[in-house]
Each structure stands twice: as structure tokens, then as C-alpha cells.
Nanobody
Framework: QVQLVESGGGLVQPGGSLRLSCAAS????????IGWFRQAPGKEREGVSC????????VYTDSVKGRFTISRDNAKNTVYLQMNSLKPEDTAVYYC????????????????????WGQGTQVTVSS
């Protein structure tokens, strides 16, 4: 069973940085996509950034391009989201999610909705 455990959230001032980590385990295939999603109060959950397991291709939603960077450490089975120049509108619960047999483009628009989710970590950007 795939398990995803997020960490690294917290409170940060505008303009600050945070790095989220997603420790992944239980994959039975090397062909999957994994990414970061977020949900702010009263808003729909959205894809932030995703990465492919086999080719390492990445995608980002427009609002985070140039500020966020997704990466992976295969030896540690961990996916990271480096978030710089944080803005109050980045405040949300951030989730790590994964799905087999899909592309990074598809998983990041949740088409289909990923089947494996972590518990989420809160990111609050406020002065």
C-alpha cells in the first residue's frame, strides 16, 4: 500500500521560504506521477507542482512558477517542494499525492484524481 507522509509546513512571513518533504513508500511500479496539491479555506483543491517517477518531468501551476521548485531524492524515496518568495495567498494545507500510470500533466489537474494522498501539512504565510 502506498503511503505518503508530508512534513515541513509552518508559519512564515511574506517573502520567506519553506521546504516541504513527502516521504513515499509502498510503490509496486516505477511508473507513477507524484505531486503537491493545496487547499485554502473555502477554495477547491488545486495542483501546485508534479513530477514523473521515470523521467523526472515537472509541471507547475502558473501562480508558483519561478518561486517553487519540485525535486526528488530517489535514494530517500522523498519528494520536496522548495517554496521561495512566499505570499499570503500561498496559505493552504499542502498535500502530497500520487497515482500510477498517469502523466505529470494529468495528475496535476487531478484528471483522474490521484488515488493516494498524504495527511497534509499547514502552510501559513502571514506577518
Amino acid at each position: 500500500q502506498v503511503q505518503l507522509v508530508e512534513s515541513g509546513g509552518g508559519l512564515v512571513q511574506p517573502g520567506g521560504s519553506l521546504r516541504l518533504s513527502c516521504a513515499a513508500s509502498g510503490f509496486t511500479s516505477d511508473y507513477y506521477a507524484i505531486g503537491w496539491f493545496r487547499q485554502a479555506p473555502g477554495k477547491e483543491r488545486e495542483g501546485v507542482s508534479c513530477i514523473g517517477s521515470s523521467d523526472g518531468r515537472t509541471v507547475y501551476t502558473d501562480s508558483v512558477k519561478g518561486r517553487f521548485t519540485i525535486s526528488r531524492d530517489n535514494a530517500k524515496n522523498t519528494v520536496y517542494l522548495q517554496m521561495n518568495s512566499l505570499k499570503p495567498e500561498d496559505t493552504a494545507v499542502y498535500y502530497c499525492a500520487a497515482e500510477y500510470g498517469t502523466t505529470v500533466e494529468a495528475i496535476c489537474v487531478m484528471w483522474p484524481r490521484p488515488g493516494y494522498w498524504g495527511q497534509g501539512t499547514q502552510v501559513t504565510v502571514s506577518s
